[in-house]
């Protein structure tokens, strides 16, 4: 299932070479806590200025160059984070989580178990979990990507892409948000959505689909290109 090349551009991303060896979406997220822990023994020690209020595993995380960090930030690793990037108060990286350069972490964001490309943003009130975030994606306030089925429904996810459908052959999987994508407020995108680039979704709204590039998203029911 070879289908990131289509979604999204990670040429200019810090750490492309996960994508390079690791093509299948399933794979990358399944391999993701190994990738960033032989990085951190790759890269030079970071001088990490502590800030009050904050927690973060030294050992586990490594931060790039004028990336601010808030108080009350809470960053539980492994974790790779990028130049420029900008972590807000309250927000929570919880384990095997890649953040490119440029991004933004908002208030009471959580993100788990994911990458965010280069520019993607979460800047309010999100949740993101085992999901690929394309660069220049942007999440309206609220909006989720979802990673587990509800009981009593919970197993295998399916993925579906272009009229194919694959499992992802476990029961956590969220969303693959395709490039300059904009996720309207308080909208979930249900496990094993994929976001085609480009792509623009209203507010509260539900999707377990595959959303083509170049389209908007009015209604659950109304899906119209972009003109």
């Known amino acids: 299932m070879n289908i990131l090349p289509d979604l999204i551009n990670f ?40 800030v009050p209020g904050t927690f973060l595993q030294h050992d586990k995380v490594w931060i790039g160059e004028n990336t601010t960090i808030e108080p009350g930030v809470y960053i539980k690793g492994p974790a790779l984070i990028g130049s420029n990037v900008t972590i807000r108060h309250g927000a929570y990286l919880r384990e095997n989580v890649i953040i490119g350069d440029n991004c933004v972490v908002g208030h009471c964001s959580e993100i788990k178990h994911s990458v965010l490309l280069n520019k993607a943003k979460a800047p309010h009130f999100n949740y993101i979990g085992n999901s690929i975030i394309g660069e220049g994606v942007n999440f309206g306030a609220g909006s989720i990507c979802s990673n587990v089925k509800n009981l009593p429904f919970k197993g295998a996810i399916s993925i579906e892409f272009n009229g194919h459908r694959w499992s992802a052959e476990t029961p956590y999987f969220g969303s693959i948000v395709g490039d300059n994508a904009k996720i309207g407020c308080n909208t979930v995108l249900n496990p094993g959505t994929v976001i085609g680039k480009n792509v623009v979704t209203y507010a509260n709204i539900s999707l377990k689909c595959h959303i083509p590039d170049n389209h908007i998203v009015k209604s659950n029911a109304e899906i119209v290109p972009i003109v």
């Open 11 to 50: 040429q200019s991303f810090a750490w492309r070479s996960l994508f390079l060896e690791y093509q299948d979406p399933r794979e990358i997220l399944m391999n993701l806590g190994g990738y960033i822990e032989d990085q951190l023994h790759r890269l030079p020690k970071t001088n990490i200025v502590d």
